[in-house]
């Protein structure tokens, strides 16, 4: 293929990414996923983004954890193909609208266990531990997601945080991973109430 040629489906990512970005920062790679073509992996390292056939867009943290919103019903067999073997749902029963995503998990051959969490004040230290003990040895194949990402960066920040990460790296890598609103209640659980100067999110 020509270098001066793209498909027109690599186009899509630059939607996600300025949806996804803060102002000012840098750009992460990304890739998309045409429906029906093999999984290409886009970069492995931090900040990654990936966009999924059905559009929604994960970030790989540091760790390795692909973390965002739940993916659409086509997107399981694509995260197979890309290496996840385990996912992680923050989402509550009354959240899922009738949609079944362990049974669509399944089907694709991935292992689907949730931790659920309504909303900033369904965190806790407790869900953060499970989460701790859920990723440990497993970061690499792991998707972690919520509606939108904030909560699933909350956890993950919380549970960072209980592993041993200085706190204020543990917010940032939740900040990466998509935490916003909730960032308060996490900063509340780990003894650190104020924001920056700046301000949360």
Same mark, same amino acid.
């Given at each position: 293929?020509?270098?001066?040629?793209?498909?027109?489906?690599?186009?899509?990512?630059?939607?996600?990414?300025?949806?996804?970005?803060?102002?000012?920062?840098?750009v992460?790679?990304?890739?998309?996923?045409?429906?029906?073509?093999?999984?290409?992996?886009?970069?492995?390292?931090?900040?990654?983004?990936?966009?999924?056939?059905s559009g929604?867009?994960?970030?790989?943290?540091?760790?390795?954890v692909?973390?965002?919103a !739940? +993916?659409a019903? @086509?997107?399981?067999? %694509?995260?197979?193909?890309? &290496?996840? =073997?385990r996912?992680?749902?923050?989402?509550? /029963?009354a959240?899922?609208?009738?949609?079944?995503?362990?049974?669509?998990?399944?089907?694709?051959?991935?292992?689907?266990?949730?931790?659920?969490?309504?909303?900033?004040e369904?965190l806790?230290?407790?869900?953060a531990?499970?989460?701790?003990?859920?990723?440990r040895?497993?970061?690499?194949?792991?998707?972690?997601?919520?509606a939108s990402g904030?909560?699933?960066?909350?956890?993950?920040?919380l549970?960072?945080?209980?592993?041993? !990460? +200085?706190?204020? @790296?543990?917010?940032? %890598?939740?900040?990466?991973? &998509?935490? =916003?609103?909730?960032?308060?209640?996490?900063? /509340?659980?780990?003894?650190?109430?104020?924001?920056?100067?700046?301000?949360?999110?």
């Open positions: 293929m020509s270098r001066h040629r793209r498909p027109p489906w690599l186009i899509l990512p630059v939607l996600g990414i300025a949806l996804a970005g803060c102002a000012g920062a840098p992460p790679p990304s890739v998309a996923l045409p429906p029906g073509q093999p999984v290409t992996a886009p970069g492995q390292g931090e900040g990654a983004l990936l966009t999924l056939p929604v867009v994960l970030m790989r943290t540091p760790d390795g692909w973390v965002g !739940q +993916p019903a @086509e997107d399981w067999p %694509a995260l197979a193909a890309l &290496g996840v =073997r996912v992680i749902s923050l989402r509550t /029963e959240e899922l609208g009738g949609r079944d995503p362990a049974t669509e998990a399944a089907a694709a051959g991935l292992e689907h266990q949730q931790i659920p969490v309504q909303g900033a369904g806790d230290l407790d869900k531990d499970r989460l701790r003990e859920a990723l040895g497993n970061e690499q194949q792991t998707l972690l997601y919520c904030n909560r699933a960066g909350a956890l993950l920040a549970a960072l945080a209980r592993d041993g !990460q +200085p706190v204020e @790296e543990a917010i940032a %890598a939740g900040r990466q991973a &998509g935490m =916003r609103s909730t960032e308060p209640r996490v900063r /509340e659980l780990l003894g650190v109430p104020d924001c920056p100067e700046t301000g949360c999110p």
